[in-house]
């Protein structure tokens, strides 16, 4: 079946310090890859995503390359924030069948930033 | 345009109760999609339906149920709730449900089962 691992948490940083959160798939067929954050109390925001093999997507200073080759997806930022203190979720959707598709998500990633 | 909206936003039963929790997905999603949130299994999904048919379920036992109405509306019901039932419990929404389809979630409804 579909699965992906991330880094285990927590990650402390001090604030202008360099990001990057491991994550790798496996997965049937051709997946889109999805970077979701959570902050405290809230639900689920997308982040980034990337829908073929190459991509990279980008938000908010965060970037993260569809690796093919590797099943690799990891988050990276160049100057983290202490406004940037959440759960970062690694997630891939694939066909599931009966016409359907499902995210199926990492464990998740605490990151604190310090000042 | 407003986001996923889900209601109600926190609740507490007890061990034996059913409920019903509610999700409004955004103004011209199809799909809409549940999942439940732990601390120990993470988030796992429950149930996807698409234009009020249930098209995929995860591994979760019949207490858990769904519907969908003909407005996108979409109602989870659980049955017969368990401590372990505690969870916080989100709802996505997304156009047509395709893998490069966008999920939007809503903020969860926190059950507390005692």
């Known amino acids: 079946g579909n699965s992906v691992t991330q880094m285990e948490g927590p990650v402390t940083l001090s604030e202008e310090a360099f990001l990057t959160i491991n994550c790798t798939y496996t997965a049937t067929g051709y997946p889109s890859l999805f970077w979701y954050v959570q902050y405290p109390g809230e639900g689920l925001q997308l982040l980034l995503k990337a829908t073929k093999a190459d991509d990279k997507g980008s938000n908010k200073g965060f970037e993260a390359t569809y690796r093919k080759e590797t099943t690799s997806f990891h988050l990276e930022k160049g100057s983290v924030q202490v406004s940037d203190s959440a759960v970062y979720f690694c997630a891939l959707s694939a066909y599931s069948g009966a016409g359907s598709y499902q995210l199926t998500f990492g464990k998740g990633t605490k990151l604190s930033v310090i000042p | 345009k407003a986001g996923v909206t889900q209601t109600p936003r926190y609740l507490i039963k007890t061990r034996g109760q059913q409920v019903t929790l509610s999700c409004s997905p955004i103004?011209?999603?199809?799909?809409v999609s549940w999942y439940q949130q732990t601390p120990g299994q993470g988030l796992q999904f429950l149930f996807e339906y698409f234009s009020e048919t249930q098209r995929n379920k995860g591994n979760f036992p019949g207490r858990f149920s769904g519907r969908q109405f003909s407005n996108s509306r979409s109602e989870m019901n659980v049955s017969t709730l368990e401590l372990g039932d505690s969870a916080l419990y989100l709802c996505?929404?997304?156009?047509?449900?395709?893998?490069?389809?966008?999920?939007?979630f809503g903020p969860g409804t926190r059950l507390t089962v005692l």
């Open positions: 103004s011209g999603h199809r799909s």
């Open positions: 996505a929404s997304s156009l047509e449900g395709g893998t490069w389809d966008t999920q939007y």
